[in-house]
């Protein structure tokens, strides 16, 4: 057994859980399929376990080095291990079999009663290694490999899978390793260090020799020099072939088959964080059952992670590494054009989830897709909603792809495809710097139609922040444009969305305004679901000017005109003015019937913002019909999703409850 780890850190979880392996075994030989990346520290874990279990196994331990992923492609044949354990053994030459099959066996014979620790260390496969395990209960057997050895444990191996360190594990390498003082003194650049080491443990390893040969370099100094992506592999590489993030990560690289190197070297042009397996095949071009089976052998080798079924992820040294594979296996021109159908994917299929959630939305003409892509359908709201909610990361990972790559189409109609989505699940910021970008993008493009969009989209996104004069700008040049263009319903559209600005600077009359030419702009193109919109909101500003039955007559034709064509957001927003004009009426069930109509809805089409807001006016007018429990019960409700899009703005709702328990109390 080669000798323990020096300062070995981590793995607390892991040796609990192989340590309970031992305390109950189930019966039969004890084997540990222990895999995973290169670098993240299998051998380490199974020597330093093997160790300190030694004294459970008093008649010896066994150790080879398989030589599963050598640098220099010898793969140990099993016959060769097993002849080198009978020579541990003390079994004489010439009573050696020839033959692998008679070699196990008498290998197993002599096991048979021992108790003794076996570690088969990077193991290329399961067929590898199962001539060396024992036959008999009492033994305990470690394999390591970058393969999964998924036969192995479904022939009763315990499987372990070592991920990467946890940042607290990865301090106390650096710890270790550097000094705690040292690594004490310069928090920032020791956090850094573990950043841009992934925290894989081989890398971390490596920073820290340095550091400890150099005790005069600064941590930040260390961290300086892995900052740069393109050379950060060269820091971490030495003379010597294990010490090597690099020369590790290619032993691996090196057994893939010519299509299944070309997929992980093409992953790299992913912007992450992880990668569904319908859009690699759009990546690679391939079919989504190829590009499956190829993203399997990948996890089987750990040169991807599969974090959840179908989700992929590569960690940051390993995309330095594939990037450098890529840009050496393929021309700028076919990184280009998989980036290009990346994109493609990621864009046609947020437009068909936002049809989905929007149907009544006025569409735009998207370019076809190229060769190769295969977008995503999903079959309803419910699947559209939980795409882009598992993509909200990756699809913002994709637009800064789209706008450092200068592919200026795919940015706009991408902010363009995300807008519903961003807007219904509150995240406001990012909208806001997507519309951004789609807007510098249709600047470059001199596309007069898709820049108008990309401003209005602006000032939508400005107005929910509460940037009211940024927002009246935005929406100004996108008026102009659509003035010149000639589009009365984008021309009625901005004048919405600009009665909204006039709202939150409350000024009812102007908001009223804006909307009566919306009207009139909506009623020009024939377009019934923009004149229910203007109706409505005509409707609520005149409740919030205090004509309320002028209100209701106005929501009442626009509720007609959205019931018959379906518009679930429409109806919505509409049974919520009724609401707020019976209330003003002191018509409390009337009110109540209607904010409860426009909370289920808002529930329906995943707004979640618009839904706090109603229960918050349904609140109101339960306490005003003498509901209190109700209404405490509605507020809590409110302040739950507030609290879950990250809202601060909830102080007014918890004072409410609270005036409510205080109440109790005292009547109590």
Same mark, same amino acid.
């Given at each position: 057994?080669?000798a323990?780890?020096?300062?070995?850190t981590?793995?607390?979880s892991?040796?609990?859980?192989l340590?309970?392996?031992?305390?109950h075994? $189930?019966?039969g030989?004890?084997?540990v399929?222990?895999?995973?990346?290169?670098g993240?520290?299998k051998?380490?874990?199974a020597v330093?376990? !093997?160790?300190? %279990?030694?004294d459970?196994?008093p008649d010896?331990?066994?150790y080879v080095?398989?030589r599963?992923?050598? #640098?220099?492609g010898?793969v140990?044949?099993?016959?060769?291990?097993?002849? =080198?354990?009978?020579?541990? &053994?003390?079994?004489p030459p010439?009573?050696?079999?020839?033959? &692998?099959?008679?070699?196990? $066996?008498?290998y197993?014979?002599l096991?048979?009663?021992?108790?003794?620790?076996?570690?088969?260390?990077?193991a290329?496969?399961?067929?590898?290694?199962? #001539?060396?395990?024992p036959?008999?209960?009492?033994?305990?057997?470690?394999?390591?490999?970058?393969?999964?050895?998924?036969?192995? %444990?479904?022939?009763?191996?315990h499987?372990?899978?070592?991920?990467?360190?946890?940042?607290?594990?990865?301090?106390?390498?650096?710890?270790r390793?550097?000094? $705690?003082?040292r690594?004490?003194a310069e928090?920032?650049a020791?956090?850094?260090?573990?950043?841009r080491c992934a925290?894989? #443990?081989l890398?971390?390893?490596?920073? !820290?020799?340095?550091?400890?040969?150099?005790? +005069?370099?600064?941590?930040?100094?260390?961290?300086?020099e892995?900052r740069?992506a393109?050379?950060?592999?060269?820091? &971490?590489?030495?003379?010597?072939?294990?010490?090597?993030?690099? /020369?590790?990560?290619?032993?691996?690289?090196?057994?893939?088959?010519?299509?299944?190197?070309?997929?992980?070297?093409?992953l790299?042009?992913?912007p992450?964080?992880?990668?569904?397996?319908? !859009?690699?095949?759009?990546?690679?071009?391939l079919?989504?059952?190829?590009a499956?089976r190829?993203?399997?052998?990948l996890?089987?080798?750990?040169?991807? !992670?599969?974090?959840?079924?179908?989700?992929?992820?590569?960690?940051d040294?390993?995309?330095?590494?594939?990037?450098?594979?890529?840009? /050496?296996?393929?021309t700028?021109?076919?990184?280009?054009?998989?980036?290009?159908?990346l994109?493609?994917?990621?864009?046609?299929t947020?437009?068909?989830?936002d049809?989905?959630?929007?149907?009544?939305?006025?569409?735009?003409?998207?370019?076809?897709?190229?060769h190769?892509?295969?977008?995503?359908s999903?079959?309803?709201?419910?699947?559209?909603?939980?795409?882009?909610?598992?993509?909200?990361p990756?699809l913002l990972?994709?637009?800064?792809? $789209?706008?450092t790559?200068?592919?200026d189409?795919?940015?706009w109609?991408?902010?363009w495809?995300?807008a519903?989505?961003?807007?219904? +699940?509150?995240?406001w910021?990012?909208?806001?710097i997507?519309q951004?970008a789609?807007?510098?993008a249709?600047?470059?493009? @001199?596309d007069?139609?898709?820049?108008?969009h990309?401003?209005?989209?602006l @000032?939508?996104?400005?107005?929910?922040l509460g940037?009211?004069e940024?927002?009246?700008?935005?929406l100004?040049?996108a008026?102009?444009l659509?003035?010149?263009?000639a589009?009365?319903?984008?021309?009625?559209?901005?004048?919405l969305?600009?009665?909204?600005v006039?709202?939150?600077?409350?000024?009812?009359?102007?908001a009223?305004?804006?909307?009566?030419?919306?009207?009139?702009?909506?009623?020009?193109?024939?377009?019934?679901?923009?004149?229910?919109m203007?109706?409505n909101?005509? =409707?609520?500003?005149a409740?919030?000017l205090?004509?309320?039955?002028q209100?209701?007559?106005?929501?009442?034709?626009?509720l007609?005109i +959205?019931?018959?064509?379906?518009?679930?957001?429409?109806?919505?927003?509409?049974?919520?003015?009724?609401?707020?004009?019976?209330h003003?009426?002191?018509r409390?069930?009337?009110?109540?019937?209607?904010?409860?109509?426009?909370?289920?809805?808002?529930?329906d089409?995943?707004?979640r913002?618009s839904?706090?807001?109603?229960?918050t006016?349904l609140?109101?007018?339960?306490?005003?019909?003498g509901?209190?429990a109700?209404a405490?019960?509605?507020?809590?409700q409110?302040?739950?999703?507030l609290?879950?899009l990250?809202?601060?703005?909830?102080g007014?709702?918890?004072?409410?409850?609270?005036?409510?328990?205080?109440? +109790?109390?005292r009547?109590?």
């Open positions: 057994m080669p323990d780890v020096a300062g070995f981590g793995r607390a892991q040796l609990a859980g340590n309970r392996l031992l305390d075994p $189930a019966g030989v004890v084997v399929a222990m895999s995973g990346t290169a993240v520290g051998t380490a874990l330093h376990w !093997a160790h300190r %279990v030694r459970r196994f010896g331990q066994l080095n398989l599963g992923f050598d #640098p220099g010898s140990m044949h099993p016959a060769e291990a097993l002849r =080198g354990f009978l020579d541990v &053994l003390d079994v010439k009573r050696i079999p020839v033959g &692998l099959d008679a070699q196990a $066996a008498l197993r014979s096991l048979a009663g021992r108790r003794m620790v076996i570690v088969a260390d990077n290329r496969d399961a067929d590898q290694v199962r #001539p060396l395990l036959g008999a209960p009492g033994c305990l057997v470690v394999v390591t490999s970058r393969d999964q050895l998924t036969s192995l %444990v479904a022939g009763g191996a499987p372990l899978i070592l991920d990467l360190l946890t940042p607290p594990e990865a301090q106390d390498l650096l710890g390793r550097l000094g $705690a003082d690594v004490a928090p920032q020791a956090e850094e260090i573990i950043t925290r894989l #443990p890398a971390l390893a490596i920073v !820290a020799a340095r550091g400890a040969s150099h005790p +005069q370099f600064p941590l930040a100094a260390l961290a300086g892995l740069d393109r050379a950060r592999l060269d820091a &971490l590489s030495t003379g010597d072939t294990v010490a090597n993030v690099r /020369a590790v990560f290619s032993w691996s690289y090196q057994t893939l088959d010519a299509d299944t190197a070309a997929v992980f070297r093409l790299s042009v992913h992450g964080p992880d990668i569904s397996t319908p !859009a690699a095949a759009s990546l690679t071009g079919s989504l059952d190829r499956r190829l993203l399997t052998g996890a089987q080798t750990h040169l991807v !992670a599969e974090n959840t079924p179908g989700r992929y992820s590569l960690h040294l390993l995309r330095v590494y594939a990037t450098e594979q890529s840009r /050496a296996g393929h700028a021109e076919q990184r280009h054009e998989a980036a290009g159908r994109l493609d994917h990621y864009l046609h947020a437009s068909r989830a049809t989905l959630l929007h149907p009544h939305r006025d569409p735009i003409t998207l370019a076809p897709a190229r190769g892509v295969s977008p995503e999903p079959a309803d709201p419910g699947q559209a909603l939980a795409w882009f909610r598992t993509e909200h990756v990972a994709a637009m800064d792809l $789209a706008v790559g200068r592919y189409v795919h940015t109609q991408l902010a495809a995300l519903v989505f961003l807007h219904r +699940q509150g995240h910021h990012d909208w806001a997507t951004a789609g807007q510098a249709a600047e470059r493009l @001199g007069r139609l898709a820049l108008a990309a401003r209005r989209g @000032g939508w996104a400005y107005t929910d940037r009211y940024e927002a009246a700008t935005a100004a040049g008026l102009d659509y003035r010149e263009l589009d009365h319903v984008g021309q009625a559209r901005t004048h969305t600009l009665g909204r006039a709202e939150g600077q409350l000024r009812y009359q102007a009223l305004d804006h909307n009566q030419l919306a009207l009139d702009f909506f009623r020009g193109a024939d377009h019934h679901i923009g004149q229910a203007a109706l909101n005509i =409707g609520w500003y409740a919030q205090g004509h309320h039955e209100a209701l007559k106005s929501c009442q034709q626009a007609i +959205q019931q018959q064509l379906g518009d679930q957001a429409g109806q919505a927003n509409t049974w919520d003015s009724l609401g707020f004009a019976h003003n009426l002191s409390h069930d009337q009110a109540i019937a209607c904010y409860q109509h426009a909370a289920d809805l808002f529930r089409i995943a707004d913002h839904e706090a807001e109603i229960l006016r609140g109101d007018a339960q306490l005003a019909a509901q209190t109700h405490r019960a509605t507020w809590e409110a302040v739950a999703i609290d879950q990250d809202n601060p703005d909830t007014q709702l918890r004072e409410r409850i609270q005036q409510i328990d205080q109440h +109790q109390r009547l109590t």
